[in-house]
């Protein structure tokens, strides 16, 4: 596709229940980026794969938090038994990477409204 | 560590008047410096970025912004508000650590009047 999708774009769901956030990045993007926004708030970081490799998940809040990208490409972001501090938008961006990453511009998919009742 | 600071949560301004969003950046290194709009409902979208080759970075819409390394500044401006510029802005500085993880400022609402 042209930009970075995720679906879905609104998820509503009961506390204790598991969701599922996906993203699909930019083609040929190597750098995945997953974002928490909340309301009145910037995003801030939650984790990083370059490629397949999970390199940075700092920002996870705990372990109920998880995301994989097994194939380089679509990656997911798991929320288990959520709760509803969890109720925020989800963003996930994509890079190209290489020599000059410092520089590279981080694409923004629409974001995914997480609200946990 | 690097961070970004967004001095004014809220600016408003009449369509016609200039625009000034300001950010100041705290980094031990030379940072690589960003500026997002975000519409509501919508994505986020680049407006510039400063990669060190000019201290004065042009960006789309007629926003431009001017690095100052004496005041850790890295104000957006743009000569005349239109209406369609009312949105959310952020400042960005790009994490060195490794990552290049974003670290973004707490944004700033702008508001244009008619």
């Known amino acids: 596709g042209a930009g970075v999708s995720q679906s879905p774009r609104y998820k509503v769901t009961k506390r204790g229940q598991d969701v599922a956030l996906r993203c699909d990045p930019i083609s040929g993007h190597v750098s995945l980026y997953w974002y928490r926004q909340a309301l009145g708030q910037g995003p801030e970081f939650l984790t990083y794969?370059?490629?397949?490799?999970?390199?940075?998940k700092s920002g996870l809040p705990n372990d109920r938090f998880s995301a994989e990208r097994p194939e380089g490409s679509i990656s997911t972001l798991t929320i288990q038994r959520t709760e509803q501090r969890d109720s925020a938008m989800y963003r996930c961006?994509?890079?190209?990477?290489?020599?000059?990453?410092?520089?590279?511009?981080?694409?923004f998919g629409p974001g995914t409204r997480l609200t946990v009742l | 560590a690097q961070s970004v600071t967004q001095l004014d949560s809220h600016v408003s301004v009449s369509e016609g008047t200039p625009v000034l969003l300001r950010c100041n950046y705290s980094?031990?290194?030379?940072?690589?410096l960003f500026w997002y709009v975000q519409h509501p409902n919508k994505g986020l979208q680049l407006l510039l970025k400063?990669?060190?080759?000019?201290?004065l970075v042009k960006g789309i819409n007629g926003f431009e912004a001017e690095f100052k390394k004496s005041e850790t500044s890295f104000h957006l401006t743009k000569p005349s508000a239109h209406m369609s510029d009312a949105a959310e802005y952020f400042c960005v500085v790009s994490d060195i650590s490794g990552t290049y993880k974003y670290i973004f400022g707490t944004g700033t609402r702008l508001k244009v009047l008619a």
């Open positions: 794969f370059n490629y397949e490799a999970q390199q940075d």
């Open positions: 961006a994509s890079s190209a990477g290489g020599r000059d990453r410092m520089y590279n511009e981080q694409f």
């Open positions: 980094s031990s290194y030379s940072p690589s």
């Open positions: 400063y990669t060190s080759a000019a201290t």
